[in-house]
């Protein structure tokens, strides 16, 4: 029996399968084995999935129909898996190098778990500081193995999947599964919460999680956001039957009322079933004893026990209205910018000098050609750009296929770019580009 098994759903990620699955057989330990879960035996990813497997025995495809969705997908990894501990990855979650050595060391130390919670990364998709979520939760937690009471943040409501490590034998004894719907990793974390009865945590990163351009789907506006309440009232269900429901109950309705608060994510129509539905499961929910938060969260709390939705949306639109007067008011460091973006406009161009720019994903272009070539034995001027933000007309993005860069002349050539591809650019445009572009200029003889 391998040590871990380590499940890859691949519906909507088959373009990045492949990094994570190396990611994977790239790991130092190797008593693993890899389940990648296919739509179909005709689907991209399912060839992707093949090729591993051909050339590494551990890699053990599987298939489940798209109309099972990620719990049917993690489901019937779940089945085929045969390790002594689960890993439910994500298509475009990486482990990083050593990260099975590190579980595999917490487990030695800690002894058999239910569920072994590790920190992971969240990292933005073009630019910026991944995060990491879950150090903040473990800097209360014992540092050997404990109840959830005694570490009552530590949950699988706040933690994804991809976080954790499962005991299989746990999961078989007590028939824990992914629920359907949207909202599976909360139901599927909450049923762990009530079931698991040593928890330890391992206070290193393991997994990367990309986040995505488009978002997250459970951010998007929709009907399906009613899935929340169906988990929030299986998963407190299954935690009264078991007299454990006072930390779980306060961290589902705080997601609860995160989306009853944000208008956008409902439809208009659906704003208000969606208050008193939550509102009943509150009154139905409540634990004894449950004590109310402070600040606006708790005034929302209130609201939703009463039912009352027009005080609540009244709530809702003054947090609004208050929020966008904070962002109007002028900042320091934006007016700088500002002042520095008009100043850089007022310099003179420079005839030798080209910029290369990729915005929003787009073909690289140019400034357009010279009128003039430049005089024999001048110096070719290069920059770097170091900007972080792009700008509004010609920006510069750092995570374009090449670094944004400026040259006299691809190759060090005299000819400008042939004009197919370059694109017209006022003076002002070209102005705007070498302002977004703090340059740092270098000049080297030809």
């Not at 050997?144 to 706040?158: I, L, N, S």
């Not at 709390?301 to 009463?306: C, G, I, K, P, Q």
């Not at 520095?340 to 720019?357: N, T």
């Not at 002349?409 to 694109?423: E, K, L, Q, V, W």
């Amino acid at each position: 029996m391998p040590r871990f098994s380590i499940i890859v759903p691949s519906h909507g990620a088959a373009g990045r399968l492949s990094l994570a699955l190396d990611s994977v057989l790239g790991q130092s330990f190797g008593d693993f084995e890899l389940i990648p879960v296919c739509d179909a035996p005709d689907a991209p990813a399912a060839a992707v999935a093949a090729g591993y497997a051909g050339r590494d025995g551990r890699v053990t495809p599987v298939f489940s129909p798209p109309g099972a969705g990620l719990a049917g997908a993690r489901n019937t990894g779940l089945r085929a898996a045969t390790g002594a501990y689960l890993l439910f990855l994500d298509g475009d979650d990486t482990l990083v190098p050593g990260a099975l050595d590190a579980l595999d060391a917490r487990l030695a130390e800690t002894g058999e778990v239910d569920v072994l919670y590790a920190e992971h990364e969240r990292t933005p998709w073009w630019e910026g500081e991944p995060a990491n979520p879950a150090a903040p939760l473990f800097a209360g937690a014992p540092r050997g193995v404990f109840g959830p009471g005694e570490a009552p943040e530590v949950t699988g409501v706040r933690l994804p999947p991809c976080g954790a490590v499962h005991r299989r034998g746990f999961l078989t004894a007590h028939g824990l599964v992914f629920p359907d719907g949207p909202f599976t990793d909360l139901g599927f974390g909450g049923l762990v919460t009530v079931h698991a009865e040593r928890v330890a945590v391992l206070r290193r990163v393991v997994v990367r999680h990309l986040l995505r351009r488009q978002g997250s789907r459970l951010d998007q506006p929709g009907e399906h956001h009613a899935d929340l309440l169906e988990q929030t009232d299986l998963v407190l269900t299954r935690a009264a039957a078991r007299g454990s429901s006072g930390a779980l109950f306060a961290q589902l309705f705080a997601a609860v009322l995160k989306t009853a608060a944000h208008p956008a994510r409902l439809p208009a129509t659906a704003r208000r079933a969606f208050f008193r539905r939550a509102a009943a499961l509150h009154r139905r929910h409540r634990p004894a004893g449950f004590r109310v938060p402070g600040g606006s969260l708790g005034v929302q709390h209130r609201l939703l026990a009463a039912g009352a939705y027009t005080a609540f949306r009244a709530l809702r639109g003054a947090n609004r209205r208050v929020s966008a007067a904070a962002r109007r008011v002028p900042r320091p460091h934006g007016l700088r910018t500002r002042l520095y973006y008009r100043l850089q406009l007022r310099r003179p161009l420079d005839p030798h000098l080209a910029v290369y720019c990729a915005y929003w994903g787009g073909v690289t272009r140019a400034t357009p050609p010279r009128s003039t070539p430049r005089p024999p034995n001048s110096p070719r001027t290069s920059a770097r750009c170091s900007s972080s933000s792009p700008a509004r007309l010609t920006p510069c993005r750092r995570a374009s296929t090449t670094p944004c860069s400026a040259a006299g002349a691809p190759g060090g050539s005299s000819r400008a770019p042939s004009t197919s591809s370059t694109t017209p650019t006022s003076r002002r445009a070209w102005s705007s580009a070498r302002a977004a572009c703090t340059c740092r200029r270098s000049t080297a003889p030809r």
